[in-house]
Each structure stands twice: as structure tokens, then as C-alpha cells.
């Protein structure tokens, strides 16, 4: 595994600049590898994360792990924490960590001087846990393509909706997160 230095400069350069979400995102991550033994993430192909925050932890976490949504390697679940859950598929165990620490930089300081001496016991808190991932949401091909009886795009890996006995995409189950204009 990369040291922590050469990870928070990955983890900067896909960024695009260091802040205290890229320093605490990267030493998440390594907690969490630490913890499950996993020595070579970018290889590793049994690591799924569950970020729940959509800021800079979650570019340091994909920097460190090589885990992303398009792999489906990475989930999002819209928590606003600044956590993230890391299950090894191989093993069936998972660690959540999380950002407890109350005091940041203030603004201007440099968050990796800031950062560099807090002990991980101050700033996370670490908890073993379980997972039971349906098969729809594992690395891999869509198990299932059906078309919306509507609009006619297709929905993959039973994210449909049935309506009335039609078979629905979310957006035209009234769930959609934009409006046709």
C-alpha cells in the first residue's frame, strides 16, 4: 500500500487542491484497509465503499481505494456524514468510519500541518460492521434490463417500480429528482 503522504498527494492531484475533507478522507481510508488487511486496494477487487457524504472525502476515499461508482465499486447513500463503510466481499466484514472530531483548521491554515499530530482516536470513531448487499447491487453485469412502460428508457438491476400493474421507472413513479421542461 501507498504510504499516507503519496496517497494524500493522489488524493490532491484528482482533487485539484488539499483540504481537511482529501486529509481525513485518506486517513478514513486507511483505517479501514488497516483493519480489514486489505494491502493493495487498487488491485483488491472484493472492496465495495459506502460513502455517505458527496464532498471532497469521497474523491480521497476513490483516490486511496480505486473503488468507484461506475465499477460499482463505490455506493453513495446521501447521509450528510462525513463516514464511509468498507466491506470486503471475500471476507464479509465491513468497518464504518466516521469523523467525530468537532475541531477544524480555521480558515487559512494549512489543514495537513493542522491534521498531522491528531491522533486517529480524536478524530474517528471506528466500528465493525455487517452487510448484506442484494445481488443487484454487486460489482458485475445488470442482472435484469426491463424498459418503462412510459418513457421507454430502460431500467437496469430492479430499480423499477411497479404502478398500477405497469412496470415504472422512478421518474415516471412520480420520483424523479428533475422536471421536464
Not at 17 to 39: N, T
Not at 54 to 83: F, I, N, Q
Not at 112 to 141: A, C, H, N, Y
Amino acid at each position: 500500500m501507498r504510504t499516507l503522504a503519496e496517497d494524500i498527494q493522489v488524493a490532491v492531484d484528482y482533487h485539484g487542491h488539499v483540504c481537511s475533507g482529501i486529509v481525513l478522507g485518506v486517513r478514513m481510508a486507511h483505517l479501514a484497509l488497516d483493519r480489514l488487511k486489505i494491502d493493495n486496494p487498487l488491485e483488491y477487487r472484493d472492496l465495495i465503499v459506502y460513502v455517505e457524504v458527496d464532498r471532497c472525502v469521497s474523491d480521497a476515499v476513490y483516490a486511496v481505494t480505486g473503488c468507484t461508482l461506475g465499477r460499482r465499486r463505490m455506493k453513495w447513500v446521501d447521509y450528510g456524514k462525513m463516514a464511509a463503510t468498507f466491506y470486503d466481499l471475500a471476507t464479509k466484514q465491513g468497518v464504518r468510519v466516521v469523523v467525530t472530531g468537532s475541531n477544524f483548521p480555521p480558515p487559512g491554515e494549512d489543514p495537513l500541518l493542522f491534521w498531522r499530530d491528531i491522533p486517529d482516536s480524536d478524530v474517528f470513531t471506528v466500528q465493525d460492521v455487517s452487510m448484506d448487499i442484494p445481488k443487484e447491487d454487486l460489482p458485475g453485469k445488470p442482472l435484469l434490463k426491463i424498459e418503462c412502460e412510459n418513457c421507454r428508457e430502460r431500467i437496469m438491476d430492479g430499480r423499477e417500480k411497479k404502478v398500477k400493474g405497469r412496470v415504472l421507472c422512478r421518474a415516471c413513479a412520480g420520483e424523479a429528482y428533475y422536471k421536464r421542461i
